[in-house]
């Protein structure tokens, strides 16, 4: 790996600051939680809600469809896929609900989780096991992670004869690591499951084509890398897994403006809604395809890493993984044992971060994630190494 300063050095952290409203006297930290947009994305959005607000009627009847069909063909370009093959939904949780409707569970069956998943997609499958009779696994993934090959065996571990479903975070949300799920989806199609990538943090922070995963279905939220308008996602649905596809709304469930039939129009028109988030994907797009894609990855990649390095000396914290681009990119994760949990777990703001926010103004999230606490950093085009260096010194301050 190059050495920190080096690294750093190769960018103007200035260059594309202004591009984003933050408040002021705020350290922003927290992208990964909610990503706000850059101003010409929220110009780009305003724009769409002024053609809605001038002619509603035309709008949803005559023009909203072509208009969804060209976002997604946008959208479809940047994550290599077919545009037949994504719905715009609110979210990736959205999606994960759409999911669980759409999967057949019975007594006895199984659906296998990860210990690093989400919160939320955790009780999505146990809600759903627990009205069919099915159960929730969680395979433990390796602590410390030292290779792919070691991660993905030790998930294979965990599944018998009555899987019915893989859920896996591409990236997941608070360990932060990169998971290999292409060589997941191909194990698990060799044994006949379907698989089902939780993708928020994965779109626009790392490389991928959803051609080339092979999973069956993807769910994203744009408004997290991708620096789209919040209440913007997708779900990637495979062709084998399109025909008879149930939405988690029922409306009418068919074109409004006389298309032919598509699998699309039990999703595309829930109700009257707000579609000005997903018609201005392509903006952030555009964006961040100006900004160059590599030069985003590289440099939010090097801040990442410049904190990791930064946390872990100023609190003896840990890393999670390895300091390896193939597994945390934008975002980082360390452990800190030296720093006591709270008794106001669960549900309660650790009182470390209370006092980051107030009087710091520091945004970053502390979580307990396998009975440690756990500090996350996530950087964007807006972040500089004074940042990381603001967040240093006010934690030195708050646990001598």
Not at 124 to 142: D, F, M, Y
Not at 254 to 269: N, T, Y
Not at 321 to 328: E, V
Not at 365 to 371: A, Q, V
């Amino acid at each position: 790996m190059p050495d920190f300063d080096a690294e750093l050095a190769e960018f103007d952290f200035d260059e594309f600051a202004d591009a984003w409203s933050l408040a002021d006297q705020v350290t922003y930290l927290n992208h990964g939680s909610f990503g706000p947009s850059p101003r010409r994305v929220i110009e780009a959005r305003q724009h769409w809600i002024e053609e809605l607000e001038r002619q509603p009627m035309d709008f949803y009847v005559r023009r909203l469809e072509q208009l969804l069909d060209q976002a997604a063909q946008s959208l479809a370009e940047f994550v290599g896929c077919a545009a037949n093959d994504l719905i715009f939904v609110p979210n990736s949780t959205s999606g994960m609900n759409i999911v669980e409707r759409n999967v057949p569970l019975a007594a006895g069956d199984e659906v296998l989780l990860t210990d690093h998943e989400y919160g939320a997609v955790v009780r999505i499958w146990n809600q759903a096991c627990l009205r069919s009779g099915a159960k929730v696994v969680t395979a433990e993934l390796p602590r410390p992670l030292t290779t792919q090959d070691e991660l993905v065996d030790a998930l294979f571990e965990s599944v018998t004869d009555r899987t019915r479903l893989i859920v896996v975070s591409h990236v997941s949300s608070q360990p932060a690591v990169i998971l290999p799920i292409e060589e997941v989806c191909r194990r698990a199609h060799q044994r006949g499951i379907p698989v089902c990538v939780d993708g928020p943090h994965a779109l626009a922070m790392i490389p991928f084509r959803l051609d080339e995963i092979g999973c069956d279905f993807y769910t994203a939220s744009c408004h997290k890398w991708l620096s789209a308008p919040f209440g913007a996602g997708f779900l990637y649905v495979h062709p084998r897994r399109q025909q008879g596809l149930e939405p988690a709304v029922t409306s009418w469930g068919s074109s409004l403006s006389g298309q032919d039939a598509s699998w699309k129009d039990e999703f595309h028109w829930p109700g009257t809604f707000d579609p000005t988030g997903y018609l201005a994907i392509a903006e952030a797009i555009s964006f961040l395809e100006e900004v160059g894609l590599d030069r985003f990855r590289r440099q939010t990649h090097a801040l990442a890493r410049y904190a990791r390095r930064r946390v872990s000396e100023a609190t003896g914290g840990l890393p999670l993984t390895p300091d390896d681009p193939a597994w945390y990119a934008s975002m980082v994760t360390i452990s800190l044992p030296n720093v006591p949990r709270s008794d106001s777990w669960p549900g309660k703001p650790h009182p470390l971060q209370v006092a980051l926010w107030d009087p710091h103004r520091i945004e970053t999230p502390l979580f307990e994630w396998r009975e440690t606490l756990c500090l996350r950093v996530s950087c964007h085009l807006y972040n500089r190494p004074q940042d990381v260096d603001l967040l240093i010194e006010a934690l030195q301050e708050l646990t001598a």
